[in-house]
């Protein structure tokens, strides 16, 4: 079937706008790639477009003679990890409790939770509370303020409710307690949505220690 001069507008016109986009995305990567390889004192000078002007390898000599490297390396890696497990368990147990119509305040907590996510207190007052509460310059600082998601809890929360309820009723029959439920019935039950958005927690923890890392007191030399 021959295509219409319509059509293969639009197909010309989907791929270019795609390579367009390609290139906007991949574009400033490469930059940070070429740019990495100048040497930094011809670098500060500008006028690095394609590849680098002054080739040179002292910047990464620099990051690899760094003595902590490694222990750097291994606390981004570990609080990735430990993160956004703890996120996802919090959360999830979280979701799991607001969605039991028995829990005594449920309402309340769920409107409690909901207006965290448009009202905020500010840079300030949170660097103030992570000090009143001794997390400053610790490693649980990068674990504790990301804990609960409350995006993520409500799609949870969402997930949990559309569940037949029949489950949690058979299974509390037999004698089985919130916990076993939980873990044998609703975790399995939750795993296909868990793969929607586990890209979501690491970005929560990260912003604490960006923070953190951020501030005078806690920069470590």
């Known amino acids: 079937m021959k295509e219409s001069w319509a059509d293969r507008s639009f197909t010309y016109i989907s791929v270019s706008c795609c390579v367009l986009l390609s290139i906007v995305m991949v574009y400033p990567l490469y930059y940070l790639l070429i740019y990495s390889f100048n040497d930094p004192v011809d670098a500060s000078r500008g006028g690095i477009w394609l590849w680098p002007r002054q080739f040179s390898l002292a910047p990464y000599e620099t990051i690899f003679a760094t003595q902590n490297l490694l222990s750097a390396a291994w606390i981004s890696v570990s609080r990735t990890v430990l993160g956004t497990f703890s996120s996802v368990l919090c ?3 979280l979701a799991y409790a607001l969605s039991r119509k028995e ?6 907590f769920s409107k ?4 965290t ?3 905020g207190g500010g840079l300030i007052p949170y660097y103030m509370t992570l000090r009143w509460v001794g997390l400053l310059e610790t490693y649980a600082v990068y674990i504790i303020p990301g804990l609960i998601g409350v995006f ?3 799609l949870m929360k969402a997930y949990f409710e559309n569940l037949p309820d029949g489950l949690i009723e058979s299974a509390s029959m037999d004698g089985a307690n919130d916990i076993y439920i939980f873990f044998a019935l609703r975790c399995p039950c939750r ?3 868990s793969r929607r958005f586990p890209f979501l927690t690491p970005s929560a923890t990260g912003t604490a220690g960006r ?6 007191r806690t920069r470590r030399n």
Do not use: H
């Open 211 to 216: 923070t953190i890392s951020s501030s005078p």
């Open 152 to 154: 993520n809890m409500l």
């Open 112 to 115: 409690y939770f909901l207006i």
């Open 191 to 193: 795993c296909r949505l």
């Open 103 to 108: 829990l005594i305040g449920r309402s309340f």
């Open 117 to 119: 996510m448009f009202v």
């Open 91 to 93: 959360t999830a147990v």
